[in-house]
């Protein structure tokens, strides 16, 4: 999926700021952090032929190989992680090279190398799962013909992205495009094309047109959802102002004669969050969406809201059989069947298509893997079953998807699909008294520790994690606890019993306790796949005392101290840190660069760091556990002459930090 539906996907708010820059992009570097990566590769390759060290080949190639990923070019991103990686920039390049070689189907080469990976970061935990997705999608590949899908691609397809259809009236697809008839003058320069709009297709005359003038704006619209009489709309956008939040968020019109109303924020929509996705379910009670809401159960989640007399209730996200701790998105509801995107859940590359009954007690049944030729390595999203369609002879259905492999016309497109009886199984021998079918949900809980660069720097890259072996486990369900240690793979493993709440909480001497939670509520049974086994991680951090560890996303305005709302994400992880620590104290500092008056920063940063520890107290921390210090600019993390340090070693200067002090 190109970058452009990544942001219509709301799996990034740095959109914004890519746009609406004035200053004048100097260097590549600039350009890929301004998220302009279109520009980004045209002076990063010129950058590149200049450079006249490994170490500065390195890093260049890996800003290549990222803008490259970004703008969808695969391939070429696959070259210049190698070439970064042959050029010492590390394990981050053999990483994203793993990931693109995946993305690209050479299975058998990203095997080798996510094995590489594991070695050299001193943890094979990390990347087993890759590895073996990996050899399920060498035999998923093999059983291509086996599913009864055909595919081609849509006649309305151009060199821009289309993606997230949804059939309309007479024989029309309403889809979202960055095409050059989009609404507005202004270029995206993540891409080089337009903001996003919703276009109509006419799939007769294979024209296509704008969809409304009244909900289509110079901000980013997509992935529209109608109800079954076309006389209501939800659809996402991610907006572009400076008098609304950079969230994206959904939105719902209706249809007044031949014309559809000003759109308007539906009431559940909170700000922070962003939403996107939306669908009905074909009974119009039910909405289904994706948002990454921080209630949930990690990264974006599909989420439903039941229709009420005064608009929608409080949304709740799906079970565990649906939502993973990564992302769910564009959710389609085809009488009780859900299909949706993930990238969680065993897959054959990016994202994936999957599949999940709603079973008469409202829980779900095991999901299933549509499998190629519906899946590829690349991102496939926006499953969509033609309502219109009247099944004949051996078709049971027909649609569309989107998918961003390499044989389309542009960077997403979308494709038509044919669902055909799948031939025949092959014939199962025939058991004679049969065992009675035992459904079973098994739960492996892993204790992991991070894998530093530098060991006894809590503030170098992360590596990776590995087992944390002779770690505690305390399981709580319905307030009766019990506690087990880990086994020498860090695991433990447990028989859930049906529609209960777990929590757990992970304990070693020498590192931060922590938790998790997992529910069986919602996971439905299936005779066909008895035994459903799930997983959780807790990750414990190492306790260093007496070590700044450095605070990320803590900024503050020019001359304030008071706390920021986006540093608020921050504070409250490390609130609930302290809280599941009771015995742990910390001193907050705050940290200036070397430029102004010594007694100036002195009093700026104090009151700083005392804003920091009166934001955790309002988090039920206690004071006589916190300590405020402001350094000022006495304690340099990078220590350079004043004059000559350039703007990164002043931002990294400007800090706010933690350190354990008993």
Request: hydrophobic share 30%; with cysteine; proline share 5%.
């Amino acid at each position: 999926m190109n970058l452009k539906t990544w942001t219509i996907l709301a799996l990034t708010l740095s959109m914004i700021f890519g746009c609406k820059f004035t200053q004048k992009i100097t260097d590549g570097k600039m350009a890929f952090e301004r998220k302009q990566y279109s520009v980004a590769v045209e002076m990063l390759n010129k950058e590149y032929k200049k450079a006249d060290s490994r170490v500065e080949k390195g890093k260049i190639a890996f800003l290549l190989a990222e803008s490259y990923k970004k703008i969808n070019k695969n391939s070429s991103a696959i070259s210049w992680y190698k070439t970064a990686y042959d050029n010492q920039y590390g394990v981050d390049a053999l990483k994203e090279y793993s990931y693109a070689l995946k993305k690209s189907e050479q299975y058998e080469e990203a095997m080798a190398s996510f094995k590489e990976l594991g070695l050299e970061i001193g943890s094979p935990y990390e990347y087993r799962k890759e590895i073996t997705a990996c050899k399920i999608a060498l035999d998923w590949q093999k059983q291509g013909g086996m599913t009864g899908y055909e595919i081609e691609q849509a006649s309305f397809n151009s060199s821009s992205a289309e993606y997230a259809p949804t059939p309309y009236l007479d024989n029309q697809i309403v889809f979202t495009s960055d095409r050059s008839t989009a609404k507005g003058d202004d270029i995206y320069n993540w891409t080089g094309g337009k903001f996003s709009d919703l276009f109509i297709a006419n799939t007769t005359s294979n024209t296509v047109e704008s969809f409304s003038s009244i909900i289509n704006t110079p901000n980013n619209e997509g992935t529209i959802a109608f109800d079954k009489d076309y006389t209501e709309m939800y659809f996402s956008r991610c907006y572009d102002s400076e008098d609304v939040d950079y969230f994206c968020k959904l939105m719902h019109s209706s249809k007044e004669g031949d014309s559809w109303t000003e759109p308007v924020v539906l009431s559940f929509v909170e700000p922070n969050v962003n939403y996107g996705h939306p669908t009905l379910s074909s009974d119009g009670a039910s909405l289904y969406f994706s948002a990454d809401h921080p209630d949930a159960w990690g990264g974006y989640d599909i989420f439903i809201s039941e229709r009420t007399p005064d608009g929608w209730d409080t949304p709740r996200p799906l079970s565990r059989t649906i939502n993973s701790d990564k992302d769910e998105k564009f959710p389609f509801m085809h009488n009780d069947t859900l299909y949706y995107a993930s990238d969680g859940h065993t897959g054959m590359g990016g994202l994936d298509i999957f599949r999940s009954v709603k079973t008469s007690d409202n829980a779900w049944s095991p999901i299933i893997n549509l499998k190629a030729p519906i899946n590829s390595g690349w991102d496939d999203f926006g499953y969509v079953v033609d309502p219109n369609f009247k099944p004949s002879g051996d078709i049971l259905h027909e649609g569309y998807f989107t998918s961003s492999r390499v044989d389309g016309k542009g960077s997403d497109d979308i494709y038509r699909f044919v669902k055909k009886v799948p031939p025949p199984p092959p014939p199962k021998p025939v058991v004679e008294n049969p065992e009675p079918i035992v459904h079973k949900l098994i739960l492996d809980g892993y204790v992991l520790e991070k894998i530093y660069q530098f060991a006894d720097n809590p503030n170098s890259k992360v590596l990776g994690r590995k087992p944390l072996l002779d770690s505690k486990v305390e399981i709580n369900v319905n307030g009766k606890k019990r506690t087990v240690t880990v086994d020498d793979e860090g695991k433990f493993t447990l028989e859930l019993d049906e529609n209960t709440d777990y929590d757990f909480f992970g304990s070693h001497e020498g590192y931060f306790n922590n938790s998790t939670k997992f529910s069986s509520k919602g996971i439905g049974k299936d005779d066909n796949n008895p035994v459903q086994k799930f997983e959780v991680e807790i990750v414990l951090d190492k306790i260093f005392k007496n070590k700044e560890i450095t605070l990320d996303n803590i900024y503050y305005d020019f001359d304030q101290w008071n706390i920021r709302r986006d540093a608020e994400p921050t504070l409250n992880e490390l609130a609930n840190t302290l809280l599941q620590n009771p015995n742990i104290r910390i001193q907050m500092a705050s940290h200036t660069d070397c430029r102004g008056k010594t007694n100036y920063n002195q009093t700026l940063s104090q009151r700083r760091a005392q804003s920091a520890v009166d934001y955790l107290i309002t988090k039920g921390v206690e004071s006589d556990r916190l300590q405020a210090k402001g350094f000022g600019k006495s304690a340099p993390a990078v220590d350079c002459l004043c004059s000559r340090c350039s703007e990164e070693e002043h931002q990294a200067n400007r800090r706010t930090t933690f350190s354990v002090i008993d």
